[in-house]
């Protein structure tokens, strides 16, 4: 399974890099349009611009690899592992710290109180 999702990473890896170069070299399709406003033969401002060349059929073909990849490695990561993938975090139940005092509880909602010595409170020295 790991050597599939390395041959998928690498399939992806190089369609993402062709169609980088691809769309890099073509021609734009706004670049004549100041060559229509007086100067120059544009065949239409925005117009059809006749067939699709090599380049932008290449660009489908490499867009379409990508996607298929993208969605390969999904497919093959979410089911790694078998029945041993379907217990998730939420599933475990959470550590409890068996050396944390009763009092040390946290209780949601609740207000701190600092606990003040019976000896001080009888003196009042705990309050001002």
Same mark, same amino acid.
């Given at each position: 399974? +790991?050597?599939? !999702?390395?041959? $998928? %990473?690498? @399939? +992806?890896? %190089?369609? =993402? *890099?062709? $169609?980088?170069? *691809?769309?890099?070299? +073509?021609?734009?399709?706004? /670049?004549?349009?100041?060559? &229509?406003?007086? &100067?120059?033969?544009?065949?239409?401002?925005?117009?059809?611009?006749?067939?699709?060349?090599?380049?932008?059929? &290449?660009?489908?073909?490499?867009?379409? *690899?990508?996607?298929?990849?993208?969605? !390969?490695?999904?497919?093959? &990561?979410?089911?790694?592992?078998?029945?041993?993938?379907?217990?998730? $975090? %939420?599933?475990? =139940?959470?550590?409890? /710290?068996? !050396? =944390?005092? /009763?009092? =040390?509880?946290?209780?949601?909602?609740?207000?701190? @109180? *600092?606990?003040?010595?019976?000896? /001080?409170?009888?003196?009042?020295?705990?309050?001002?």
């Amino acid at each position: 399974m +790991q050597v599939l !999702s390395n041959l $998928i %990473l690498v @399939v +992806q890896l %190089l369609s =993402a *890099l062709a $169609i980088i170069g *691809l769309v890099l070299v +073509q021609h734009g399709k706004g /670049a004549d349009m100041g060559a &229509s406003f007086g &100067s120059g033969a544009s065949g239409s401002l925005f117009g059809a611009t006749g067939s699709a060349n090599f380049l932008s059929r &290449s660009t489908a073909v490499c867009a379409t *690899l990508f996607f298929a990849s993208t969605l !390969s490695l999904a497919y093959v &990561s979410n089911h790694r592992g078998g029945a041993a993938n379907e217990e998730t $975090i %939420l599933d475990r =139940a959470a550590p409890v /710290a068996a !050396s =944390a005092p /009763a009092s =040390a509880v946290v209780v949601p909602g609740a207000v701190p @109180v *600092l606990a003040v010595p019976a000896s /001080a409170a009888a003196s009042g020295a705990g309050t001002k």
